[in-house]
């Protein structure tokens, strides 16, 4: 059985998480992916993208002082954005801020024919795909630890095929590594979850392809949190419907499945708790290794 080991650490000290790569066939193609990425030199896109450990300095304010810098280097190219008050900031301002990246950004690998974005110089183009980002950051404070894992220069996303839309799940086990979105838009539990009624029809992207990066959830809950999740989500589904069937989906569509693919599982056998403290202490990728 292979592993993976990812190396965290700060100025003073490192610390590893071991996983296991399960046995199926697209865990095997996505290792093959971070193989390949190992021999290159690992070129990380952000080796900080840890959301809600303790000990770190992303806090709300810290965020949306962040957020409100992005808008001021944008605001010349987008003058509909204004300054964001920190306690005055919900998630229908945060997701009139995701339709400004959409729009402005462009979906993925679009940015050529997006006039918007061409024309901006290069510190507005980073600010404006930096707005994600940090867009997510405050979406997901107070919730579940999780930290996500993107790299520089990756290779075209790779289709997934239907025997991994059967295996999608919105369940999963602590510390689990999970195959992370790549798309740029937002799928039907995004949706759900944020309430966006701002979204553009062509924003909203199934998860269908994959790629490399990958994100790590520390979540705790049962069978019947998970159950609810997905009732909540088709929910919402039906009272949408014609959102949905004008843009060519019915509930049966393929690649419309919930939640997403575990493709390796931590080895760690300590308490939770103290672990999550350690991964605040050392929020920061050092180095990714394949051990076979």
């Given at each position: 059985m292979?592993?993976?080991i ?5 100025e ?6 071991v996983f296991?790569?399960?046995d199926i066939?697209i865990?095997?193609?996505?290792l ?5 990425f ?9 080796r900080?993208?840890?959301y809600?450990?303790p ?6 304010e ?10 001021n280097i944008?605001?010349p190219?987008?003058?509909e954005l204004?300054?964001?008050d920190?306690?005055?900031?919900d ?5 009139q801020?995701?339709h400004?990246?959409?729009i402005y950004?462009?979906?993925?690998d679009?940015q050529k ?10 510190l507005?183009q980073t600010a404006v ?7 997510h950051?405050?979406e997901t404070l ?5 930290f996500v894992?993107?790299?520089h ?5 790779l ?7 059967e295996?999608?799940t919105l369940?999963e ?12 838009g937002?799928t ?18 199934p998860?269908r392809h994959?790629?490399?990066?990958f994100?790590?959830n520390f ?10 999740r997905a009732r909540?989500?088709?929910q919402y589904?039906?009272?949408?419907q014609?959102?949905?069937?004008e843009?060519?989906y019915t ?7 919930l ?10 056998t300590?308490?939770?708790n103290q672990?999550?403290?350690e ?5 920061r990728?050092?180095a990714v290794?394949?051990?076979?």
């Amino acid at each position: 059985m292979s592993q993976l080991i990812i190396t965290l650490g700060n100025e003073q000290q490192s610390m590893d998480l071991v996983f296991d790569v399960l046995d199926i066939p697209i865990a095997q193609r996505w290792l093959d992916q971070v193989r390949m990425f190992c021999a290159l030199g690992s070129p990380f896109d952000d080796r900080e993208r840890f959301y809600n450990f303790p000990h770190t300095r992303f806090t709300r304010e810290y965020c949306v002082e962040h957020l409100n810098n992005l808008v001021n280097i944008l605001r010349p190219w987008v003058p509909e954005l204004q300054a964001l008050d920190c306690a005055d900031l919900d998630q229908n301002t945060l997701n009139q801020l995701h339709h400004v990246f959409e729009i402005y950004h462009g979906l993925y690998d679009d940015q050529k024919n997006n006039a918007r974005y061409q024309r901006m110089p290069v510190l507005a183009q980073t600010a404006v795909s930096d707005l994600n980002i940090w867009i997510h950051r405050i979406e997901t404070l107070g919730l579940d630890p999780r930290f996500v894992m993107t790299w520089h220069t990756k290779p075209t996303r790779l289709p997934m095929y239907q025997q991994d839309f059967e295996i999608m799940t919105l369940e999963e086990s602590w510390g689990d590594l999970r195959l992370n979105y790549c798309e740029i838009g937002k799928t039907l539990e995004c949706l759900w979850q944020d309430n966006d009624t701002h979204i553009s029809p062509a924003a909203f992207k199934p998860m269908r392809h994959f790629s490399l990066d990958f994100v790590v959830n520390f979540g705790e809950h049962n069978l019947f949190y998970y159950q609810n999740r997905a009732r909540a989500i088709w929910q919402y589904f039906e009272k949408n419907q014609k959102f949905f069937a004008e843009i060519g989906y019915t509930k049966h569509t393929p690649g419309l499945e919930l939640g997403s693919i575990t493709v390796a599982q931590i080895r760690y056998t300590g308490k939770r708790n103290q672990l999550i403290q350690e991964i605040g202490q050392h929020a920061r990728i050092h180095a990714v290794t394949v051990i076979d």
